[in-house]
């Protein structure tokens, strides 16, 4: 037993320090940079390398690290962290920052106040006994069986104890075997072991898919995840914007657009993609100074410069410069809302403060290559695809058609009137006009009835991808989505998230599949306690029997079986299935030991004959829940059960003096009969519970 579990824990222990190693290289990639000013030069350093009297460069996509006090600059934080409201906060020279909080917009220069568990975020957690880690249902139900095990261990051990006793010619070595058995049998040893190797092991694999898992128990959220979230920008598109053409709509010259333009666009020092394909474009020689500048925030959707002597420019969303109730509005608003292109309005506001539209910009992104096909295989795989954007519901849907979203044509701008979530995420698929609260309110009435996974690159997805089972954020992505995110796409690429899921489907259900095996023993010797303290016999099993079977029927198989494809979605209770799909084995074993019993009674057999055919009956009833339960049989499934099934015979026959077992030719009938029997009654309890229970124990692929 003790080599069984030091072996367990070896293997854990080098296949967990190897994928540490890897992440902790890997992860120097994501490691979240900041600008410094020090020895009179901007550096950029880690947010370990931050000390007190530090003066850090922020700006728009940052989740602050540390506690200062804006010395130059302003910028519009959401301090949801700290305040629990969604609300953008305008800070200015001066006001104070708090770590923790995520930066929409602005650049500024701050002092550095506070650093580590002397920070506010930290003495809030503190006070309130939270803890940023959340627990997932594997975990939780892994540390509660622990639990429950850890506490009938005492009692149930007593009482064995105590009933063996009583028996005649029960001396106290046997008892002490004997309750030695029943203690390990009610002990899961490898599973908590596997488990943690298994997620290991995954993470690595998810590695060489250039996706860094940055909580490892996040992958058993991607084995339940039916519903992916995504803008369009960065996922069905590229990301690469450029200006496809401009149309002016009023008497303003092309070469004085430019020229505002150009002006208003020397402001942006941390040009977003739109923005990079603005500068791109509009080049000019002309030089206007710029009196104020208001940078782009996703719920305003729109950017401004007072240009000197000249008016106020607007850029950014038509329907969001513009009210609806104004002429030009009426007049433009069909325009700007159709077909595949982005469309960005250029509006100036002169001395009475009206607004003219005088431009609209035409963008283009490149469509993702092969995103087809990703969409295509998320939908076999039983997932739902919602796309979630800024834009135009239109402009997004005739994308989303494009890259074979299903129901593409099933979308709904969400900046118009109530909404009832409920009932949108429900009809809709794309959803158009999304302010950053509103993607975090979709999450929330999604996950009513699914499980959700979250993918996103900016600090607008940033409340939802907190909020989502599973968040997903690109590497190019700001800082704030990365820090927050569960797993981070190193090379941008989209096109990796279903083999993502797939890995965490594999892996859990694979786990489930091993938890069944481990789970087998634990219910039947609980079953056989119960039956030794009501009949005051002795337990039938010693360690080295459960020894031998564990190893050969569970142990080895499962490690082997682990990497086994398997991309059914999973459902229902971990915890609770697993022990269900046991069930029907731990209660046949029961049957077995009951039999032996009454056999070894009436035909004055020898203990050790006894012995021989129970632990050669129990061992093949392992060997067949392990064929039923990693079903549907596959060549290499079929292999490794009969792989262990020769190696169990073997071994059984060559050590049946460790066993302490005695198998003569004469026991081959009633050995073979009841073998038979058993395995007869494993199908039949185990069809039952399937039904009964609605057990997905038999059909994952």
């Keep these: 037993f003790m080599g069984a579990v030091i072996t367990n824990a070896l293997i854990g222990m080098v296949q967990e320090i190897r994928a540490k190693k890897l992440l902790d290289q890997i992860r120097i990639l994501t490691t979240t940079k900041v600008n410094a000013y020090r020895n009179d030069a901007w550096i950029e350093i880690s947010v370990d390398e931050i000390v007190q009297d530090d003066v850090l460069g922020l700006q728009a996509g940052i989740q602050i690290p540390i506690d200062g006090v804006i010395t130059e600059g302003s910028l519009e934080i959401n301090e949801s962290l700290l305040t629990g409201e969604s609300d953008t ?36 957690l503190e006070g309130s006994k939270i803890s940023g880690f959340q627990k997932s249902a594997l975990q939780k139900d892994l540390q509660k069986l622990i639990k429950i095990v850890s506490v009938l261990i005492v009692p149930v051990a007593l009482i064995l104890v105590g009933m063996q006793m009583g028996v005649k010619g029960v001396g106290y070595s046997a008892i002490v075997l004997n309750t030695s058995a029943a203690i390990i049998g009610m002990i899961p040893e490898g599973l908590v072991v596997l488990t943690s190797v298994a997620l290991a092991v995954s993470t690595m694999r998810l590695l060489k898919l250039k996706a860094l898992v940055q909580e490892l128990y996040s992958v058993e959220g991607l084995a339940r995840v039916d519903v992916v979230c995504l803008d369009k920008t960065g996922t069905l598109t590229q990301g690469d914007m450029q200006v496809d053409h401009i149309e002016i709509v009023s008497d303003i010259s092309e070469l004085n657009l430019h020229a505002y333009m150009h002006a208003y666009l020397e402001m942006e ?57 104004d002429t030009v509005y009426q007049k433009y ?36 290559p092969n995103v087809n096909e990703t969409l295509a295989y998320l939908s076999k795989q039983g997932v739902v695809i919602k796309i979630i954007s800024g834009d135009y519901p239109n402009t997004v849907s005739s994308i989303a058609r494009k890259a074979g979203v299903p129901d593409a044509d099933k979308y709904i701008d969400l900046s118009v009137g109530e909404i009832d979530y409920n009932q949108v995420v429900e009809e809709y698929t794309v959803f158009g006009r999304v302010l950053p609260k509103q993607k975090k309110e979709l999450l929330i009435a999604l996950q009513r009835k699914h499980v959700v996974a979250m993918v996103g690159d900016g600090v607008n997805d940033v409340p939802a991808l907190r909020q989502a089972d599973v968040s997903i954020a690109m590497l190019a992505g700001s800082s704030a989505a990365k820090d927050i995110s569960d797993i981070v796409l190193l090379e941008n690429d989209f096109n990796v ?65 682990q990497l086994e494809p398997s991309f059914e979605r999973l459902k229902g209770r971990f915890l609770v299935d697993a022990f269900l799909r046991a069930l029907p084995s731990a209660i046949t074993v029961v049957l077995v030991v009951v039999f032996t019993k009454f056999y070894r009674t009436t035909m004055d057999l020898s203990l050790q004959n006894a012995n021989a055919i129970l ?87």
């Design 497 to 561: 998230v279903p083999s993502i899921v797939c890995e965490g489907r594999r892996v859990i259900n694979n786990i489930s599949r091993a938890s069944s095996m481990y789970l087998v023993k634990t219910l039947f010797s609980f079953f056989l306690t119960i039956y030794v303290a009501l009949f005051q016999t002795v337990y039938p099993f010693v360690p080295v029997h459960l020894t031998m079977i564990s190893a050969i029927c569970v142990g080895i198989p499962t490690v082997f079986l």
């Design 333 to 368: 608003h069909d325009t700007v809302s159709k077909g595949e292109l982005r469309t960005i309005a250029i509006a100036l506001a002169k001395e009475d403060n009206q607004k003219e539209l005088v431009g609209l910009v035409y963008i283009r992104d490149v469509m993702r």
């Design 89 to 124: 906060v305008y800070k200015k020279a001066g006001d104070a920052v708090y770590s923790g909080t995520i930066v929409l917009s602005g650049d500024a220069e701050v002092s550095v106040t506070k650093v580590g568990h002397e920070r506010q975020t930290e003495k809030i």
């Design 615 to 701: 632990v050669f009956v129990t061992g093949v009833i392992y060997l067949y829940t392990l064929y039923r339960i990693y079903q549907p049989t596959t060549k290499y499934r079929l292999m490794i059960v009969l792989i262990m099934s020769f190696l169990f015979v073997i071994t059984y026959y060559f050590t049946q003096g460790i066993l302490g077992i005695s198998f003569s030719l004469e026991l081959l009938p009633v050995t073979l009969l009841t073998t038979v029997i058993g395995v007869a009654i494993v199908s039949l309890l185990g069809f039952f519970t399937d039904k009964a229970f609605k057990i997905n124990s038999c059909n994952l692929k």
């Design 269 to 325: 020092k941390h040009p977003n993609p739109t923005a990079k394909a603005l500068i791109e474009y509009f080049k000019s020689d002309t030089k206007i100074q710029v009196d104020d500048f208001q940078p782009f925030a996703s719920e305003r959707k729109y950017t401004s410069a007072s240009l000197h002597n000249i008016g106020i420019l607007y850029v950014g969303a038509f329907e969001f410069i513009f009210d609806k109730e």
